[in-house]
């Protein structure tokens, strides 16, 4: 199984909301990654975890809020977010740093903030 | 620092022709090479790899691509395309610490 599952596929929110997106892998793999992508755009990594701990923030606003409960789920926490937020954010899971380099990409969450 | 170079942002080919899609890379380390391909409002799929050894590989739905370290290249191709193909497709590069720096993408457009 080299599924990643991503929830919900579309989310619609206002600038003060709050709101999650949810992430599961069920392949064993100890790093995860948070990515944001634009229209026409390849994807931009936000967050790294990796054996459950955050190794790499790219410098993303605090309005994103990435918390890792257990190996297998990745959340990312989203409150009083601006229009420029709307995108496709994307997770992806992969053994391990060192292990395996190739990626696996859930889906995706269409976000728009109105 | 690593980053990849994608020269073709679009490339429109008739069903059944050959096509080859351009990837270049710059690296100062040891690199792994991958081309993901995604569909319109879906997430990325792997398609092919290079970890190392033999620089031809060869991946899902037919498409492959070839290592070239001299020219610092990783070019993706596949003898007779389908409209299925069409499709945006990334090559990415990764070193070590496993992540993925992608290039811009090229928009793969079959028609009939």
């Known amino acids: 199984d080299t599924e990643v599952t991503q929830t919900p596929k579309h989310l619609v929110m206002g600038m003060t909301n709050k709101k999650s997106l949810k992430c599961e892998q069920h392949m064993g793999h100890r790093a995860m990654y948070w990515y944001k992508q634009k229209a026409k755009k390849p994807p931009e990594l936000m967050f790294v975890y990796s054996y459950e701990k955050l190794s790499i923030n790219e410098s993303v606003p605090s309005r994103f809020s990435p918390e890792c409960p257990n190996s297998s789920l990745l959340n990312l926490h989203l409150h009083a977010l601006q229009p420029e937020d709307s995108a496709l954010y994307l997770c992806a899971s992969s053994q391990g740093p060192g292990l395996s380099h190739e990626q696996y990409f859930g889906p995706g969450t269409r976000l728009t903030v109105t | 620092a690593q980053s990849v170079t994608q020269l073709d942002s679009q490339v429109p080919v008739f069903e059944e022709a050959p096509v080859e899609l351009r990837c270049n890379y710059s690296s100062s380390v040891s690199v792994y090479l991958f081309w993901y391909v995604q569909y319109p409002n879906q997430g990325l799929q792997l398609l092919l790899k290079?970890?190392?050894?033999?620089?031809l590989v060869k991946g899902i739905n037919g498409f492959e691509a070839e290592f070239n370290k001299s020219q610092t290249s990783f070019h993706l191709r596949k003898p007779s395309v389908h409209i299925s193909d069409t499709a945006e497709y990334f090559c990415a590069v990764s070193d070590r610490s496993s992540t993925l720096t992608f290039g811009k993408g090229t928009m793969l457009l079959v028609s009939p």
């Open positions: 290079y970890l190392s050894g033999s620089t």
